[in-house]
C-alpha cells in the first residue's frame, strides 16, 4: 500500500525550503561578520565585542533554524 503524502506537507513545503534558506543566509552572515574580526588602530573594544555577539548570535539562529526544520520534516514523516 502506497502511502499518501499528508496535505499540510504539501502546503507547507515552500515554508520549510523559505526556513532553509534563511538559516543559510544567517550562517552566512555570522561568517562574514566573524571572519572580518580584528583588532586595528581605529577599532574599540566594546565595538569589537558588538560584533563578535553578533555573529554568535546569527549563528545561534542559525542552529535554531536548522533544528526546527528538521523536527517539521520528522513530524511529517511520521
Not at 502506497?2 to 544567517?26: E, G, H, N, Q, T
Not at 572580518?36 to 565595538?47: K, V, Y
Amino acid at each position: 500500500m502506497v502511502r499518501m503524502i499528508p496535505k499540510i506537507y504539501k502546503r507547507s513545503r515552500w515554508k520549510i525550503a523559505f526556513l532553509w534558506v534563511l538559516a543559510s543566509f544567517f550562517l552566512l552572515f555570522g561568517s562574514m561578520i566573524a571572519g572580518q574580526l580584528q583588532r586595528s588602530f581605529g577599532t574599540n573594544d566594546i565595538a569589537l565585542l558588538i560584533a563578535f555577539f553578533l555573529a554568535l548570535i546569527f549563528f545561534l539562529f542559525a542552529g535554531l533554524l536548522w533544528i526546527a526544520i528538521s523536527v517539521a520534516l520528522r513530524q511529517y514523516e511520521e
